[in-house]
Each structure stands twice: as C-alpha cells, then as structure tokens.
C-alpha cells in the first residue's frame, strides 16, 4: 500500500481522496496535562483513525516544535506548552482547521 506524507494509507482509493475523507471526520483536541514537579505536557487527542500514521504525524511535530513526547494510546504527548503553535503546525499538515479545538 502507498503513503502520503501523512502516512495514510489507502486501500484502492486515490490518496487525495481517501486523506480528505480521513481528516474531515476527524475532531482533534489538544488540552495541557501537569505531571509530576509541574512539568507541562501538550496532549493531541481525536487522531484516532487507523489509516493516519500516529507516529509519523508525533515525529514531524516534534522536529518542528523542538521538543520530546510519544504517540501511544491513540494521543500524542509533547514535552511542554505548545497550545499556542499546535493549531497552525497541524493545519499546515492538512487538518482542518475547524476540527482543532484548544482546550484551557
């Protein structure tokens, strides 16, 4: 099967096709977590479909935002407070920006 720069894949459909559909259906939420001695942890949640590639989509934003974290559980963890660049860096990935809700 093929890959768009996403990492979905497509079973017969054409890759356009078949990553608008994804992403349309979506409803992404990105909310702050506190974890142990304050430290702040940006969770993306929603990103639940299995034909986007979570790991591939947790290692772009990491390289963009300069920072660690993990896709596991079907959620990305980002080493700290990101809410503010989160919404533009995913919309540039093909997101739709109505589907993006920050959370306080």
């Known amino acids: 099967m093929e ?4 990492g979905i894949i497509c079973g017969g459909l054409p890759p356009e096709l078949c990553m608008e559909i994804a992403k349309e259906e979506l409803l ?3 909310r702050i977590e506190r974890r142990k001695w304050g430290k702040e942890v940006t969770i993306i949640e929603g990103i639940n479909d299995p034909a986007i590639n ?3 989509i947790a290692a772009k934003l990491k390289s963009r935002l300069a920072c660690g974290g993990t896709a596991k559980n079907g959620r990305i963890e980002l080493q700290g407070n990101h809410r503010d660049k989160i919404k533009e860096l995913l919309v540039e990935l093909g997101f739709p920006e109505e589907n993006i809700l920050i959370l306080a």
Do not use: G, M, N
Request: charged share 60%; glycine share 0%; aromatic share 0%.
């Open 3 to 6: 890959e768009d720069k996403l």
């Open 28 to 30: 992404i939420r990105v």
């Open 54 to 56: 979570l790991k591939k």
